[in-house]
């Protein structure tokens, strides 16, 4: 069972020369969409790892998509806060980041977002489910913005849009082919998917993403994707990195129960 398992979290990858300067360690964690249990077991799994590889200076990066989907964001953001005040953790803005902000000002995007997970994140606070349900749309406006915290909504909005470390740039969605760094849109570091994900030259740095769903990590040349649909596949993937290595840790959901696995 766990070597099947495992081969949940390999993929074939490339030869790597992309690296980390020294003394730096990285992991990045693909899409949560309110998997709070997912990301608990993921948590504790990325401390273990990290001690045991001894002195570093590590960096978390959280890729965005926090939110949405899955039963518990609310649970999910707290977690977040709680990582990032205890060691150095950088999250960046997905879409769904972006629709949920949006939606607590704009009431024709609350119904876009309440059809994309929006409903589970907002029902993850304490809104009552009767009153969410009778309610118009203005008036959810109005649960959500007295139900999520001042301090829930800062901390969202604090969120960065891309992370460069060594010969890595950590993005949500991806980067718009053929565009400098320094002036790609914020759109498509937030939604792009193609022509991002099916070109073959290289960006400059590899660039590790989540926002498209596969089943295991992909690793390609030029790019690393790591969201495997935490929300409805129940499995979250972490890549860790230093120096040229890369391994991945994985928290999986089977019969009822949390597993921590180690991948490549």
Do not use: C
Not at 61 to 82: C, F, K, N, T, W
């Amino acid at each position: 069972m766990l070597s099947r398992l495992r081969q949940l979290f390999r993929a074939a990858e490339p030869a790597n020369t992309a690296t980390l300067p020294a003394g730096q360690r990285a992991y990045a964690v693909g899409d949560i969409h309110g998997r709070a249990d997912l990301f608990a077991a993921l948590i504790a799994a990325i401390d273990a790892d990290d001690a045991a590889r001894g002195p570093a200076e590590t960096t978390v990066i959280l890729l965005g998509d926090l939110i949405d989907r899955g039963p518990d964001s609310a649970g999910v953001i707290r977690l977040a806060r709680e990582w990032q005040a205890r060691r150095p953790v950088r999250i960046l803005t997905g879409n769904h980041e972006e629709m949920f902000l949006d939606a607590l000002e704009k009431p024709e995007v609350m119904r876009h977002f309440l059809r994309f997970g929006g409903r589970e994140t907002l029902l993850s606070y304490p809104i009552d489910p009767l009153e969410y349900t009778r309610a118009e749309l203005d008036e959810v406006v109005a649960l959500a913005r007295g139900a999520v915290p001042a301090g829930d909504i800062a901390f969202i909005q604090s969120f960065e849009d891309q992370v460069a470390l060594g010969d890595y740039l950590f993005v949500h969605a991806g980067i718009r082919p053929g565009v400098p760094l320094d002036v790609q849109r914020q759109s498509d570091l937030r939604w792009i998917r193609e022509p991002f994900l099916d070109h073959p030259e290289s960006f400059g740095p590899v660039v590790i993403h989540g926002h498209t769903i596969t089943e295991q990590a992909e690793f390609r040349p030029n790019r690393i994707g790591i969201d495997t649909g935490a929300y409805r596949s129940g499995r979250l993937t972490a890549l860790g990195l230093e120096s040229t290595e890369r391994w991945l840790i994985g928290a999986i959901e089977q019969d009822g129960a949390v597993r921590v696995v180690e991948g490549v």
